[in-house]
T-cell receptor, first 115, second 111 residues
Framework: KAGVTQTPRYLIKTRGQQVTLSCSPI?????VSWYQQTPGQGLQFLFE???????NKGNFPGRFSGRQFSNSRSEMNVSTLELGDSALYLCASSLVGQGGYNEQFFGPGTRLTVL | GENVEQHPSTLSVQEGDSAVIKCTYSDSASNYFPWYKQELGKRPQLIID?????GEKKDQRIAVTLNKTAKHFSLHITETQPEDSAVYFCVYTSGTYKYIFGTGTRLKVLA
């Protein structure tokens, strides 16, 4: 079974631009979560999607948004980029079973650099 | 609100010794407590998890204990090996599909 994939792997943008990152979950996984990873702040939860619905979101400004498509693929968008948005953006997918939470499988991440 | 504190931030142990990492959470909504390991330059991977109806779970050299009354859960690694060197994250899961990662513990196993 193919793992979680993310595109692009690396991205360089300038302040004020916007960016769209893509995540393809493991086949059959309908839950997709996004995280921002920085050396100073660790892994911070951005949002979680299930069946095209955002079920929860972290404490990030409205410049960060996302969506999920009917095939469970997800995108996140960051508008009006700031220098502080430079980070590794990870997505993770999981099965949603009767017990609720299950193991999350992470993608390789997209390294975003804002100049 | 939802918050998880993880200690220590760094931990150095001699090969063969044990390592313990502890996380404390603030509210009581979570029923699922996973631990992830992230090696340098790699993605996080689940190493063990525990649900709230169990107090302890073991998988070879790794164990997790959960004390819901005291609101803390701990990762125990015995007989540490150099390949255990990594950053370990505890995760607090809120009742509404929100994953709160601890700040991470950088474990160094000295040969």
């Amino acid at each position: 079974k193919a793992g979680v994939t993310q595109t692009p792997r690396y991205l360089i943008k300038t302040r004020g631009q916007q960016v769209t990152l893509s995540c393809s979950p493991i086949s059959g996984h309908r839950s997709v979560s996004w995280y921002q990873q920085t050396p100073g702040q660790g892994l911070q939860f951005l949002f979680e999607y299930f069946s095209e619905t955002q079920r929860n979101k972290g404490n990030f400004p409205g410049r960060f948004s996302g969506r999920q498509f009917s095939n469970s693929r997800s995108e996140m968008n960051v508008s009006t980029l700031e220098l502080g948005d430079s980070a590794l953006y990870l997505c993770a997918s999981s099965l949603v079973g009767q017990g609720g939470y299950n193991e999350q499988f992470f993608g390789p991440g997209t390294r975003l650099t804002v100049l | 609100g939802e918050n998880v504190e993880q200690h220590p931030s760094t931990l150095s142990v001699q090969e063969g010794d044990s390592a313990v990492i502890k996380c404390t959470y603030s509210d009581s909504a979570s029923n699922y407590f996973p631990w992830y390991k992230q090696e340098l330059g790699k993605r996080p991977q689940l190493i063990i998890d525990i649900r709230s109806n169990v107090g302890e779970k073991k998988d070879q050299r790794i164990a997790v204990t959960l004390n819901k009354t005291a609101k803390h859960f701990s990762l125990h690694i015995t007989e540490t090996q150099p390949e255990d060197s990594a950053v370990y994250f505890c995760v607090y899961t809120s009742g509404t599909y929100k994953y709160i990662f601890g700040t991470g513990t950088r474990l160094k196993v000295l040969a």
